[in-house]
């Protein structure tokens, strides 16, 4: 069973920064694929960014391209979402997923690729 635990969410005023942080339990995290959601008030959660267990292939909505990178460091197993620019229309719960990976350069891009969830940071944005 692998824990995540996100942290880093907050409020910030738009056109600021945040990093968040999803720390994973697993000793074998380089196995994992990672991902991240986003749920805005009202809303469905939605897909924002994911990264290959190997690091070398990320993808990213629309909504997001150029603004957020998405990394991981094995060493730590964790994985970071640096965000940027923000806007009003970033605001919600920010949550973090894995899921093994047997290809290295695989990412996952829908709710149901993914086993393992945190329990999400909320990220306000005000305008």
């Known amino acids: 069973q692998v824990q995540l635990v996100e942290s880093g969410g907050g409020l910030v005023q738009a056109g600021g920064s945040l990093r968040l942080s999803c720390a994973a339990s697993?000793?074998?995290?380089?196995?994992?694929?990672m991902g991240w959601f986003l749920q805005a008030p009202g809303k469905e959660r939605e897909f924002v960014a994911a990264?290959?267990?190997?690091?070398?292939?990320?993808s990213y909505a629309d909504s997001v391209k150029g603004r957020f990178t998405l990394s991981r460091d094995d060493a730590k197993n964790t994985a970071y979402l640096q965000m940027n620019f923000l806007t009003p229309e970033d605001t919600g719960v920010y949550s973090c997923?894995?899921?093994?990976?047997?290809?290295?350069?695989?990412?996952?891009?829908?709710?149901?690729?993914?086993?393992?969830w945190g329990q999400g940071t909320q990220v306000t944005v005000s305008s």
């Open positions: 997923a894995a899921r093994l990976s047997y290809r290295s350069n695989d990412y996952y891009t829908k709710e149901n690729d993914y086993v393992y």
């Open positions: 990264i290959s267990r190997s690091g070398g292939s990320r």
């Open positions: 697993e000793r074998t995290f380089r196995a994992y694929a």
